[in-house]
């Protein structure tokens, strides 16, 4: 069983940067496949990015080169770091755990409740 707890949401001006933070439970996180995503009102579940147990990254086309994703196993936490945020930034962003990297949410085995984000104009 592994529990995940994001953190680091909250309001920011368009341009402006936040770092999320994961925090995860159990002794299994360092071999895990950690993935961010988010969910805006009325859309589906969308992926943002992912990371595999060695630290390979991998990001949603228009996510490159403003977020990034990273993980310290000693923690157990993956982070991401958002920069450049714009208004359509804005939703909740949620964690999750799985055995392999994949932008398909249903693959996942953990998730986190989620955090908010809102990007002002």
């Known amino acids: 069983q592994v529990q995940l707890v994001e953190s680091g949401g909250g309001l920011v001006q368009a341009g402006g940067s936040l770092r999320l933070s994961c925090a995860a439970s159990g002794r299994t996180f360092s071999s895990r496949a950690m993935g961010w995503f988010r969910q805006a009102p009325g859309k589906e579940r969308e992926f943002v990015a992912a990371?595999?147990?060695?630290?390979?990254?991998y990001y949603a086309d228009s996510m490159k080169g403003r977020f990034t994703i990273s993980r310290d196993n000693a923690k157990n936490t993956v982070y991401l770091q958002m920069n450049s945020l714009k208004p359509e930034d804005t939703a909740v962003y949620f964690c999750a755990a799985g055995r392999t990297t994949s932008s398909i949410p249903r693959t996942y085995d953990y998730w986190g409740q989620g955090t908010q984000v809102t990007v002002s104009s």
């Open positions: 990371i595999n147990w060695s630290g390979k990254t």
